[in-house]
């Protein structure tokens, strides 16, 4: 028997870039995931770039975001 915990979020996925090439100009897009029981607002995101300039970009999803859900986030 699985638990679910109340406040679980994550990134599922990076829809762009999709070839794994990043330039300064292009915009980082993800999949945010509700993983949890309750809806969840201001979520805090991180992703890492690796490549020929590595970069950790940081935003605040703001949400709501409903238990068992995803959304587009740039």
């Known amino acids: 028997l699985y638990n679910a915990s109340a406040t679980d979020a994550g990134v599922s996925s990076i829809i762009s870039p999709s070839s794994g090439c990043f330039g300064a100009n292009e915009n980082v897009v993800v999949s945010v995931n509700n993983f949890g029981t309750a809806s969840l607002s201001n979520i805090p995101v991180t992703v890492w770039v ?6 950790t970009l940081n935003g605040i999803f703001a949400g709501p975001l409903a238990p068992n859900t995803s959304a587009v986030f740039t």
């Open 50 to 55: 690796n490549g020929a300039v590595t970069q």
